[in-house]
């Protein structure tokens, strides 16, 4: 709220929270219980009501390969380049969740 009584809408900043940040990964990367993959397209099935926080959390990732990710509630899709990219996020997401 300003000094006028009005409220503004502030950015947060980012203070190098790298522990918070971790942490963040820690409870998504525990969220998963599979990752495999058909064709082009990576399936992550999750814990019941976690889907779209993995998504958000793998969408904020540096995937230069992974073109975007559809979420319901316990599965992922995330569409991604070609097979060999698919073979690899799918591995990537496996070892990420230390399956």
């Given at each position: 709220m300003t000094?006028?009584?009005?409220?503004?809408?502030?950015?947060?900043?980012?203070?190098?929270?790298?522990?918070?940040?971790?942490?963040?990964?820690?409870?998504?990367?525990?969220?998963?219980?599979?990752a495999d993959y058909a064709m082009n397209l990576v399936v992550v099935k999750t814990y019941p009501g976690m889907a779209q926080a993995v998504a958000a959390g793998l969408d904020a990732m540096p995937l230069p390969s992974v073109l975007g990710c559809v979420a319901g509630d316990d599965t992922l899709f995330l569409a991604?380049?070609?097979?060999?990219?698919?073979?690899?996020?799918?591995?990537?997401?496996?070892?990420?969740?230390?399956?």
């Open positions: 000094d006028h009584g009005r409220y503004k809408y502030i950015v947060q900043k980012n203070h190098g929270d790298t522990e918070g940040q971790f942490a963040y990964s820690k409870t998504l990367a525990a969220s998963i219980i599979s991604v380049r070609d097979i060999s990219c698919a073979a690899q996020v799918a591995a990537d997401i496996r070892k990420m969740a230390g399956k």
